[in-house]
């Protein structure tokens, strides 16, 4: 979990700044969703936890999802943007500044709100019973560290300005709309877990190669 947020931090400071490097970013988000994956197979090796330490675990487990699946592609999102926006043709349409903003400000607040949620309904559901979380409700804020990379892989698509800014919106539009819709989702297996695990190396593989191909300069 630690390393989940010291990889988000990293990727955060990454997408910053007039030298933003958001295909670093990209990568060290598919890092912290990999940390995510085996940081609870972690926490119950340990038999003899106590339940503040099992509170203690949702919480900092939480926190770490907000910035690192909550924070980090947003800030990924606004790196892309404001290279789009630069480098953008003469005359070409480009969605103010304050859409994004927006757009980014509801995707943190479902991620916010879903987590709350997770975080009193699995410290009642401890209560009542030992047992492992077989489903979800709502879309895990943790499926971001496939999204956006994903996305990504097929940046070179969307290379003028107006069709990258409508797409990134509508993909964190959606994303974050799942975070909060009352459906539910079977908690995946170990089997496919380790499915979920080859489908990042892939997307990673993905990223690094359109990352070379297309020798993106983000300035």
């Known amino acids: 979990t630690y390393c989940s947020i010291i990889s988000a931090i990293v990727g955060i400071v ?52 907000i910035v690192a699946f909550g924070i980090l592609p947003v800030c990924i999102g606004l790196a892309l ?22 757009i980014s400000c509801l995707y943190i607040l479902a991620a916010v709100v879903r987590l709350a949620y997770f975080n009193v309904t699995e ?11 077989k489903t979800y409700t709502g879309l895990p804020i943790t499926s971001a560290a496939l999204i956006f990379p994903f996305f990504f892989c097929f940046l070179d698509i969307f290379q003028r300005a107006a069709i990258l800014h409508g797409a990134l ?41 359109v990352w070379v191909r297309f020798r993106m300069r983000i300035v």
């Open 14 to 65: 990454l997408s910053l700044g007039a030298t933003a490097h958001p295909q670093w970013a990209v990568l060290l988000l598919l890092l912290s969703g990999l940390c995510d994956a085996f940081d609870g197979k972690v926490a119950r090796t340990k038999k003899n936890r106590t339940k503040a330490m099992q509170n203690f675990g949702i919480q900092i487990d939480s926190l770490a999802d």
């Open 81 to 102: 943007w404001n290279h789009s926006a630069t480098h953008a043709e003469a005359g070409s349409f480009v969605l103010p500044h304050s859409v994004p903003i927006l």
């Open 123 to 133: 410290e009642l559901r401890q209560q009542e019973t030992d047992e492992c979380r």
């Open 169 to 209: 919106l509508v993909v964190m539009a959606l994303t974050g709309a799942s975070f909060v819709m009352p459906f539910h989702i079977r908690k995946p297996r170990s089997k496919e877990q380790w499915a979920l695990l080859g489908i990042g190396l892939v997307i990673a593989a993905g990223c690094i190669f």
